[in-house]
């Protein structure tokens, strides 16, 4: 098998969220090679249809045409893609959705922070955990 | 050493030095106290399930995360992580290979079994330093678990 081309798929709907995780994935230095995702249907067109394989998906919860949880159960659903880590990246702090998102199997579950600052930092800690810690198979 | 309640970090290694490095990683990040070790897989269960030595335990009392080794005496890794995401009461827990395995049968049988995260311990000591005290932020501080 080869090594995967893209290294993060973000689904993202907010155009202000996705700027923003953009630009501080930029200044990690990890060179991430990034997609977004507008929608929980194009998410699913990327990596079911086309078989786009990134080394972790970050994923929005409430999502136009299919939602977040969907998509993620449908990933999980798939021989092909189960193993892709997901973490789900949400300004929901709902027990439900936690408890949802973990039953469909997700590998972790981080809530925006809602200030600048802190927003930039986590997504660049995520960055940096799960492209350079993590190790996902090939 | 912490009490039995209240673990935040169970850490599965059975290698003294890992376990030394590891717990003054997770120290500068103020997370030591929170960590329970275990020198081996059957320990690790007994402590899961709460049973045995461990039977005072309350099994809903969940760590946060478990770092878990793969070679391990009495039961390795493996089989530890696939009994705990084998049962209801215990696969909403996040497990964690730290390993120094970098074998790639072993990252795909572990994902396989739902692990949450793969991490290659890094041979030379300060990136080792490193790597742990991420790992501890990210699963102890970050990561939001469901219960």
Redesign the interface.
């Known amino acids: 098998m080869q090594e995967q081309e893209l290294d993060i798929l973000l689904v993202e709907d907010n155009p202000n969220d996705a700027e923003l995780t953009q630009r501080a994935l930029r200044k990690t230095d990890i060179g991430a090679r990034l997609l977004i995702a507008r929608d929980g249907a194009e998410a699913i067109e990327r990596v079911l249809t086309e078989g786009l394989r990134p080394r972790v998906i970050f994923l929005d919860l409430k999502l136009p045409k299919i939602d977040g949880m969907e998509v993620l159960r449908r990933i999980r659903a798939d021989e092909r893609t189960r193993?892709i880590?997901v973490v789900v990246l949400t300004s929901s702090?709902e027990?439900r959705d936690?408890?949802e998102?973990?039953?469909l199997?997700v590998?972790?579950?981080?809530?925006k922070p809602v200030e600048f600052d802190k927003f930039y930092k986590?997504v660049s800690?995520?960055g940096?955990?799960w492209l350079v810690?993590?190790?996902?198979?090939? | 050493m912490t009490s039995l309640s209240g673990v935040e970090i169970l850490l599965v290694e059975d290698n003294p030095n890992d376990v030394e490095l590891t717990l003054r990683a997770l120290q500068k990040q103020n997370l030591a106290s929170k960590v329970f070790v275990v020198k081996d897989g059957a320990e690790a269960l007994e402590f899961i399930f709460a049973t045995g030595n461990y039977s005072v335990r309350k099994i809903d009392d969940h760590p946060k995360v478990i770092l878990l080794d793969l070679k391990l005496p009495k039961v390795d890794g493996i089989e530890v992580l696939r009994k705990i995401k084998a049962d209801p009461r215990t696969k909403d827990m996040p497990v964690v290979m730290l390993t120094s395995s970098q074998e790639e049968r072993d990252v795909i049988e572990t994902y396989k079994l739902g692990v949450n995260s793969y991490i290659v311990k890094p041979v030379d000591f300060s990136n080792f330093v490193h790597a742990v005290s991420e790992l501890g932020l990210y699963w102890g501080l970050l990561n939001k678990v469901p219960y």
């Open positions: 193993q880590p702090q027990e936690i408890n998102s973990y039953k199997g590998n972790s579950y981080v809530v986590t800690d995520l940096t955990y810690l993590n190790k996902t198979p090939l």
